[in-house]
């Protein structure tokens, strides 16, 4: 199915589709990085984790209207997506304050935001991806006003459905990244991926941190902590 390489990034590689132009496969790789990439590792079986969890977040949102580029997962570590324009906006939804967001402003660790708090990020790498409001947004990227206002939304809406999703394997969705794309009919919809590498999830027995934290702050194994959250997943089903 998968044809030529058209882009490699940090976690996946993206690959034409030889028959149809508006498809692309997403081929998860075992790469974990963080801090922009500072810091390095691999872990076998990471990639197959993270597009199976991702199968399973985009399929429920899917089952809940909220539109993505996602077909189906193909084999266990390549999934098949709509081909989309990427926005190069990243936007962070925070239910409680963790991460870079105490670093930034001294907010206490674990303070709950009600409602959630929405970031925006300019997905840039060689500038760090830093922190923009939507006067930027609107500068520095193609969306209008009105794309701002949906994509806030969808975000807010992927955030409801989330919680309530990873709440039924007992884990506290802290805060997680979006990306968004337009597709082939220019419909804004969800892309990228959803999974522990995007996500903060805290256990809500133990607190235990069950995402790349694990690997950022060196706490355990990171197989098998997404392990334990696909596990988590298909017991549920």
Not at 18 to 45: C, H, M, R
Not at 219 to 231: A, E
Request: aromatic share 8%.
């Amino acid at each position: 199915m998968k044809d030529k390489l058209l882009y490699e990034g940090k976690a996946k590689q993206v690959f034409t589709v030889a028959d149809n132009p508006n498809l692309l496969v997403l081929s998860y790789k075992n790469d974990a990085t963080a801090f922009n990439g500072e810091k390095k590792a691999e872990f076998q079986g990471k990639g197959r984790f993270n597009n199976l969890i991702s199968a399973k977040v985009f399929e429920y949102l899917q089952q809940k209207g909220i539109n993505s580029h996602f077909k189906e997962a193909i084999n266990e570590t390549e999934q098949l997506v709509e081909k989309t324009t990427i926005i190069p906006l990243e936007v962070v939804i925070r239910n409680v304050a963790a991460g870079s967001i105490v670093r930034r402003t001294g907010i206490t660790e674990k303070t709950i935001f009600n409602p959630p708090l929405v970031e925006l990020f300019y997905k840039k790498d060689e500038l760090g991806d830093p922190l923009i409001n939507d006067d930027h947004v609107l500068l520095l990227t193609d969306a209008t006003e009105a794309d701002l206002t949906k994509i806030k939304k969808m975000a807010l809406q992927v955030n409801e459905q989330l919680q309530a999703f990873f709440k039924e394997i007992n884990l506290q969705l802290v805060d997680f990244k979006l990306e968004f794309g337009r597709n082939a009919s220019s419909e804004i919809v969800l892309s990228d991926e959803v999974s522990p590498d995007t996500c903060r999830l805290w256990d809500i027995g133990t607190g235990e941190k069950m995402d790349k934290d694990v690997f950022r702050e060196d706490l355990g194994d990171l197989v098998t902590v997404y392990d334990n959250i696909l596990s988590r997943l298909e017991a549920k089903q």
